[in-house]
């Protein structure tokens, strides 16, 4: 009964299992950290409230919304072969990085007007437990908690965001703003939102788009998994050799560069692969 919903039914029944995930993985995570009183010097009650939250908010909404009201749920979620350029999305999401370190320190050096310095002490703050709260999660010294890393901030995160934004939010904007690029946009800006970091905003909206344009080129969701999983591989990494003197890296400094050419030649590269893919894409559609 419910694969005949409207349009209307169907983005209302998918708010209400998303409003029913998130609160119920925040009542089942608070429940944890309540069982485990040492969370907040033991991390493994934080990891595995987060791991509740993740699973609840952002994994079953879709899963259910797709079993409820499409008839094929795998192939509406993009779970179908992905093409061996879309490969090249991965080259992009570090050929970004100049170019998008350069916009997280424009960020982070936003600053409000005075009337409202109560917004921002509150941006601020809520920044710098995010931040507390990533570092007790990165600085492991064991392989059991890099592992434990791996697959919480890399694989469990480019699972769920990829499917709730990229496999249902992002077509149901394209639709609605009847214009591909801008639905993309719409939707990493809702991407960006859910993280709540301000000082954060613009750069994750500009990995949303990487994301999703090569989701929506491919139509497949393993392209923009594969490449969210190994941006946030990569960092956890980096986190797990610095904090162990394996490596001297500043991870916060990681791919920055003051050179104007490397920042322009970042965005024009970054752009070039895109444009490589949409030919394949183009290529691809007329030999099938």
């Known amino acids: 009964m419910m694969k005949n919903t409207t349009t209307a039914g169907r983005i209302f029944i998918f708010i209400l299992l998303v409003v029913f995930g998130t609160v119920f993985g925040s009542v089942f995570a608070s429940a944890v950290m309540l069982m485990c009183p040492d969370s907040l010097t033991d991390v493994t009650g934080l990891r595995v409230a987060q791991i509740c939250s993740q699973v609840a908010g952002f994994v079953m909404p879709p899963l259910f919304y797709a079993v409820l009201v499409k ?17 090249l999305g991965i080259v992009a999401m570090f050929t970004a990085l100049p170019f998008n370190n350069l916009l997280t320190e424009w960020n982070e050096g936003f600053t409000l007007p005075e009337t409202m310095a109560g917004l921002e002490e509150y941006f601020r703050k809520a920044q710098d437990m995010a931040d507390d709260l990533m570092t007790k999660f990165l600085e492991v010294g064991s392989i059991g908690g890099l592992i434990a890393n791996i697959l919480m901030i890399a694989a469990l995160a480019a699972i769920g965001e990829e499917l709730l934004f990229r496999s249902v939010i992002q077509p149901f904007m394209i639709r609605i703003c009847r214009n591909a690029f801008v639905g993309i946009l719409v939707t990493s800006v809702l991407f960006s939102a859910m993280h709540f970091e301000f000082y954060g905003f613009i750069p994750r909206i500009v990995l949303g788009i990487i994301l999703g344009y090569m989701f929506y080129l491919t139509g497949s969701i393993w392209s923009s998994m594969l490449m969210h999983f190994v941006n946030n591989a990569t960092i956890v990494m980096l986190y797990y050799l610095n904090f ?41 559609s007329r030999t099938s």
């Open 244 to 284: 162990n003197s394996i490596i001297a890296v500043d991870v916060e400094k990681f791919g920055s560069s003051d050179n104007v050419f490397v920042i322009a030649g970042s965005l024009l590269v970054t752009v070039a692969i895109f444009v490589v893919c949409h030919r394949l894409r183009k290529r691809d």
């Open 71 to 87: 008839p094929e749920p795998l192939g509406y979620l993009g779970f179908r072969k992905m093409p061996v350029w879309a490969l």
